[in-house]
């Protein structure tokens, strides 16, 4: 397999026509999604307490859930991205390209499990079952992710567009 060869061209790399397909493993896949699931599981907890405590609707708390979950699994993103030097727009573009369907995947998933699981979204803070379903649907999320994140790594998408700042610093 002549692949270096083809990058010894000169040419900038993401200007190729067609997209080659990357291994990229279970690990590194993993790691992706427990990067954007830490950034979700702190707004969705986030946005779960708020809404408890302020006795916000079940519906307003959810949607408070999923734009915690962006805003701070965007942030987690940009805080490693800005660490390389790049300007907040750029570092911004980054978490979006990286982020934005695996935390939409998450999102869907998580909450999907919360509201299917009976109770727990009138469980209330103080409840096992609240916790319980909210640590639960985590877990569905990551494991339902991962797979996704690996497929979109070895085509260069999501958390690919991400690395090569971390490499660069």
Known sequence: MDHHAHHDTGTDHSAHQHPTRQATTWTAAAQATLHCLTGCAIGEVLGMVIGTVLGFRNAATVVLSIALAFVFGY???MRGVLRAGV???TAFTI?????TVSIAIMELL???FIIAV???MDAGLTSVLFWAS???SLVVA???TTPVNRWMISWGKGHAVVHQYHHAH
């Open 134 to 136: 909210l640590a639960g």
């Open 95 to 99: 978490a979006l390209a990286a982020d």
């Open 142 to 144: 990551f494991l339902l």
């Open 87 to 89: 300007d907040l727009r």
């Open 118 to 120: 009976p109770g727990a």
């Open 110 to 112: 998580d909450n999907a």
């Open 75 to 77: 942030a987690l993103t």
